[in-house]
């Protein structure tokens, strides 16, 4: 008798309240999933309801076995996802800040900065530095996430003696231009030198002093390069390169610098193609860690001996001769180590400031690359429409799902996670291979659609539909 005398009006309000929450689920799972990459009722259900509702048995041989084997995934992932270094990141004061100041948007992010702040404390300080006051001073600045309580550290350690890591962080962070950067690294330089001197001398006397050696060898090399740096952003290129070789030649081990990224950008900007060719001779290794500089100027360098009198319409004609073809196999090889990188060079994607930390082969990389190597690629006539006619293909190329890579190993599933640390929210990050939708989004959306569609036809056919309503209800209570 209830069921009779609901009224259409009721099966309105009752299709059209369901269609709305579903709606309101459907998007708040599209933001949730396009923010953190993965379905939020997902996410809780295997996090939490699964172990309510009786999990698969921990005390069973198969799911210890199951659990080493996810216990190996993540440190295999993780060791994927190691975070370097940027060897071209900008100055804070003279870059990073400026855009702060001009758009109010924050470049880095907190996880970048504490990143560069262990890298500091690990390069700029030892055991020992409890042994000299300005020393202290510093190891404590190091440390200090407040940029004015850092800044008047350094000042304040000035005041006891001349300290190369004060002028570090002051050009760094204090200078608000290249050229008094400059300035404060010429002092640096100074200084760094006089205490690489004393503790090469006593660095046999005892384990104090080798890591004192260590930390004035770390101090000398930092100083040298960002002054080499300097020199190339205020156009004494040539300068630059002198001085990058100078320090490769004198530390030849401190590969963790990767000096060579920052010399094969200087030589790009000379045209020096064919020393260019003679560094990635002796980087470019199968032994060596790759880089997408490494990669995309290899490619570069091929494109370039072809890319003048490249056309589509002509090579599909003849076919593509031996150079052309090296070239586009240049192309996809790099395209399969950072799949990011053409969209930034085609201008498909906008560019950002790059961070002080990236991942390889992710899109932190991609950034970072193609803000200082776009203008080299637009000087070589013909490698944008090179490299916009071929970098799709190698996609045909790469198994998928990517169980094993083709020239390099498979892609790392880690990426998106990382780089979303390291990159500001205002950046859309870039994620490969593409995340199909999961299955809650389709049957969120599916709902939404067949409720909405139930509320309008029973607002145009209230009787019809009120009596099918009204049935349905009588055969779901029987």
């Known amino acids: ?70 216990a190996d995934s993540n ?94 962080l002051l050009a760094e962070e204090e200078a608000t231009t290249i050229m008094e950067a400059e300035r404060l690294f010429k002092q640096a330089l100074k200084a760094g030198e006089s205490c690489y001197r004393r503790s090469q001398q006593l660095q046999h006397h005892g384990t104090q002093y080798e890591a004192q050696h260590r930390r004035d060898t770390n101090v000398l090399v930092y100083i040298k ?81 072809v890319s003048d009198k490249f056309s589509p319409e002509a090579a599909s004609r003849r076919g593509l001769s031996t150079a052309e073809m090296n070239a586009v196999e240049a192309i996809h090889r790099a395209v399969e180590f950072n799949p990011h990188v053409p969209k930034y060079l085609l201008e498909m994607k906008s560019l950002i400031l790059p961070p002080e930390h990236i991942l390889k082969r992710g899109d932190s990389e991609a950034i970072a690359y193609a803000f200082f190597h776009l203008q080299h690629w637009k000087r070589v006539e013909g490698a944008l429409n090179l490299l916009h006619c071929t970098w799709e293909g190698t996609f045909r190329m790469i198994p998928y799902p990517l169980e094993k890579g083709h020239l390099f190993y498979p892609y790392p599933i880690c990426t998106e996670t990382a780089d979303r640390e390291l990159l500001p929210m205002f950046h859309e990050v870039s994620v490969y291979p593409k995340k199909e939708l999961p299955f809650f989004i389709l049957f969120t959306a599916g709902l939404c659609s067949f409720t909405a569609m139930l509320a309008l036809l029973t607002h145009q056919f209230p009787e019809l539909m009120g009596v099918r309503l009204c049935l349905i209800d009588i055969c779901l209570c029987r």
Not at 6 to 30: H, M, N, Q, R
């Open 1 to 70: 008798m209830f069921l009779n005398t609901l009224t259409p009006k009721f099966y309105v309000a009752l299709t059209g309240t369901s269609s709305l929450i579903s709606g309101l689920i459907l998007i708040f799972e599209w933001w949730y999933f396009r923010k953190y990459g993965t379905s939020f009722i997902e996410q809780v259900s295997v996090s939490h309801l699964r172990p309510l509702l009786g999990g698969v048995d921990s005390s069973s041989p198969s799911n210890s076995n199951t659990s080493n084997g996810e």
């Open 75 to 168: 440190r295999q992932s993780v060791s994927e996802c190691k975070v370097w270094r940027n060897p071209l990141n900008l100055f804070r004061g003279a870059e990073y800040n400026r855009y702060t100041w001009v758009t109010g948007r924050e470049p880095l992010t907190y996880y970048d900065m504490n990143l560069s702040a262990q890298d500091h404390q690990t390069f700029f300080t030892c055991d020992s530095d409890h042994l000299r006051p300005a020393d202290a001073i510093m190891q404590k600045a190091w440390r200090e996430r407040n940029p004015q309580a850092r800044i008047s550290a350094a000042h304040e350690a000035l005041e006891l003696e001349d300290c190369a890591t004060a002028y570090i």
């Open 225 to 305: 390069r960002r002054l080499a740096m300097c020199s190339r952003k205020l156009g004494r290129t040539r300068e630059a390169v002198k001085m990058m070789r100078d320090l490769m030649k004198e530390f030849p081990l401190l590969s963790m610098f990767n000096i060579h990224e920052n010399l094969l950008e200087s030589l790009l900007e000379l045209q020096n193609y064919a020393d260019v060719q003679a560094v990635l001779a002796k980087y470019d290794d199968i032994s060596l860690p790759k880089s997408a500089t490494i990669c995309y100027t290899a490619a570069l360098l091929k494109a370039r001996a």
